[in-house]
């Protein structure tokens, strides 16, 4: 059985915390310094709100789908707002979001889950996310894909 579209993103994020929490258990490595923690934490956690939130309100506003498990429910290509920097900018708020757990655990190998997720979301969310969108908007998809990243 494929993992494509079948695990929602959110309980991605929270498989990649428990590991980058035992990550940092079991090889925990070098340490953040101290003083960095909590102004990390508070970077990401407003980097990955903003990201996070603005592409929500954007599909609210524009009627379409926020259900990454049916992309083909969508209704609308949304290219404006947060869309003109990254195609995904609710997955980069859960990136963030994820950056911020691995500042607050303080172990600078918890971070080492940040590229696992990116990988993760790519192969079995993004990816077929991108075809089904492609299927469903042709040119207009395409030609939106070559002028904005993936991520960032």
Do not use: D, H
């Amino acid at each position: 059985m494929s993992l494509s579209l079948k695990v929602l993103p959110v309980g991605v994020l929270v498989v990649a915390m428990v590991l980058a929490k035992l990550i940092a258990i079991w090889l925990p490595g070098v340490s953040l310094p101290a003083q960095w923690i909590y102004p990390a934490v508070s970077l990401f956690i407003l980097l990955g709100l903003i990201f996070g939130l603005s592409g929500v309100g954007l599909f609210r506003r524009f009627n379409t789908t926020v259900n990454p498990i049916n992309p083909e429910q969508a209704s609308t290509l949304v290219t404006s707002g947060i869309y003109r920097f990254s195609r995904n900018p609710m997955y980069l708020g859960l990136l963030f979001c994820l950056l911020a757990w691995a500042s607050y655990l303080g172990a600078l190998t918890a971070f080492l889950v940040a590229p696992l997720f990116v990988i993760y979301m790519n192969l079995f969310q993004i990816i077929p996310e991108e075809q089904v969108l492609t299927r469903l908007f042709g040119e207009s998809y395409q030609a939106y894909c070559r002028r904005v990243r993936r991520w960032l």
